[in-house]
């Protein structure tokens, strides 16, 4: 018998949407350059801070939900964007989510600080799970894995790798499927954090004017970024092909 979804309650519909309410309502504070807090979120959805505290007990549960919510909606444009390209060409879909991302860093840098200046300050915490539950992460890490099927690029072997890095890809703190990585080939998540600490990195410093502006509107130091990586991931064949889409979609951002 096909498993039918249970409807939600009228409760459940109402915490629902108080939610998406609190996230929409943050996410207006933020581009407004508005301080966000919880009597900033109460005052604007008309509550009293006592009413807000059913739905996030703390700041760091705002700011918790917020940024998972944020990571996720803008995660499903990039996405939306790459499909223009079929599902058999993940370094095309790699390259356009890239951009997307920039583009979004830079026009909402205030929502890209919440979701990516939001560390987990301890190996223990409960909050660990949340960090590797982000949704952009694992979009990018989805189609690195997509690439690496095809192009069988290099990465290191355990042995290779220094102890505390080799301890962590074992037990990995990062947003990626490790479920279908075997044991021995973990090494790839090596790969994984450089390429992220790569584009995180150029598209950090733009976002918060870290860099020097010309550099910035001209788009060069991102593009050099994203092409010094072509041959590491074995599309060096692909480059003519890769520029032109990345120059587009440069262009059109």
């Known amino acids: 018998m096909r498993n039918l979804r249970v409807p939600l309650t009228r409760r459940e519909r109402h915490r629902e949407a108080t939610y998406a309410e609190i996230v929409e ?3 207006a504070l933020l581009d407004e350059g508005a301080d966000l807090s919880l009597r900033a979120v ?31 909606a803008a995660t499903a444009e990039w996405a939306a964007a790459a499909e223009r390209y079929d599902a ?20 909402k840098p205030r929502r890209f600080a919440l979701v990516f200046a939001n560390p987990v300050a301890l ?11 982000s949704t952009s992460g694992h979009h990018f890490t989805d189609l690195l ?5 095809r192009t069988h690029f290099a990465y290191p072997t355990l042995d290779e790798l220094d102890p505390v890095v080799r301890e962590a890809v074992l037990d990995p703190l990062i947003p990626a499927r490790t479920e279908q990585i075997p044991t021995e080939q973990r090494g790839l998540l090596w790969v994984y954090m450089r390429a992220w ?9 733009e976002s918060t004017g870290h860099c020097d502006p010309r550099v910035i509107a001209s788009g060069h130091l991102f593009r050099a970024t994203l092409l010094d990586w072509l041959p590491r991931l074995g599309l060096s064949d ?14 059109a951002g």
């Open 238 to 251: 692909e480059r003519d092909r890769l520029v032109a889409i990345l120059d587009e979609e440069l262009a």
């Open 197 to 205: 600490s790569s584009l995180y990195g150029v598209v950090a410093l």
């Open 25 to 27: 309502v943050s996410a």
């Open 145 to 149: 894995w997509q690439i690496q099927q």
């Open 42 to 72: 109460a005052a604007r959805m008309g509550l009293t801070a006592p009413a807000l505290y059913r739905y996030v007990a703390s700041y760091q549960d705002l700011v918790d939900l917020v940024a998972f919510e944020l990571d996720r």
């Open 123 to 133: 190996e223990h915490t409960e909050r660990r799970d949340l960090h590797t539950l």
């Open 88 to 107: 058999e060409d993940p370094a095309a879909r790699l390259t356009v989510s890239c951009v997307r991302f920039r583009n979004w860093a830079l026009a």
